[in-house]
């Protein structure tokens, strides 16, 4: 099955936060979700040990490049879905993340030094593998309405869609996509009286994953999503 990679070389990114929306999105409409943590502060491992981790998602640590090979390869074979959630950095776990991967999201905050980092992901993608056509969007995150109206918000859009790659529904900042880390869970299963604003959250994932089946992921493999 298809694999995805979060990849960002700048720490803060969101990258984490937007996984775990993906695979709550995903396994919520039935899938099953295999999450691998590359990322040496193992945000998600730490987040599968709480309670609330759905039955359809299982996360597995990648603490070197061999594990991170096998458990994207292992994860084809029995998992609908497979993301990678990589490294903060350009040291090689990032790298390898977006080379195994059938498509590369890059989360990035709406500032223009925050463009130029994302940017400089697909840059060097393309230059160290040759892989130009390798599908890649850009996934604004932590965006508040505010930031969308700034004109640093709308500089930074424009540098991003002169790459001619997709951007993607991003994720807006939320108390409900932080919440996860606090409590456990995912904004699909978590209490709608115990945390404010799951309902936007769910949608902010579902269409995030909507459009990561529609704009980057072979139409044959598509998963219907369920909305309610």
């Not at 594990?67 to 084809?76: C, Y």
Request: hydrophobic share 45%; charged share 20%.
């Amino acid at each position: 099955m298809q694999v995805l990679a979060s990849v960002s070389f700048k720490g803060g990114s969101g990258k984490s936060t937007i996984v775990l929306a993906l695979a709550s999105a995903f396994a919520d409409a039935g899938a099953r979700v295999l999450v691998i943590d590359a990322d040496p502060n193992a945000p998600l491992m730490r987040w599968s040990h709480m309670a609330g981790r759905p039955d359809t998602i299982r996360v597995l640590p990648a603490l070197d490049s061999a594990q991170l090979e096998k458990a994207a390869q292992g994860g084809r074979a029995y998992f609908d879905v497979v993301i990678i959630d990589s490294e903060g950095s350009r040291r090689s776990l990032g790298m390898q993340s977006a080379v195994l991967a059938d498509a590369v999201l890059v989360p990035c905050r709406l500032s223009v030094l925050d463009a130029i980092e994302a940017i400089g992901v697909d840059i060097l993608l393309r230059s160290t593998t040759g892989r130009s056509t390798i599908p890649l969007a850009y996934v604004p995150s932590a965006t508040t309405m505010l930031s969308w109206r700034e004109r640093t918000a709308r500089d930074a859009l424009e540098q991003l869609q002169q790459m001619q790659r997709p951007v993607l529904p991003g994720l807006p900042d939320r108390a409900a996509h932080r919440a996860v880390w606090s409590y456990g869970g995912t904004v699909h299963s978590l209490d709608d009286a115990a945390v404010s604003g799951l309902p936007s959250a769910r949608a902010d994932a579902e269409a995030l994953a909507a459009a990561v089946m529609t704009k980057l992921l072979d139409r044959g493999s598509h998963m219907e999503m369920r909305h309610g």
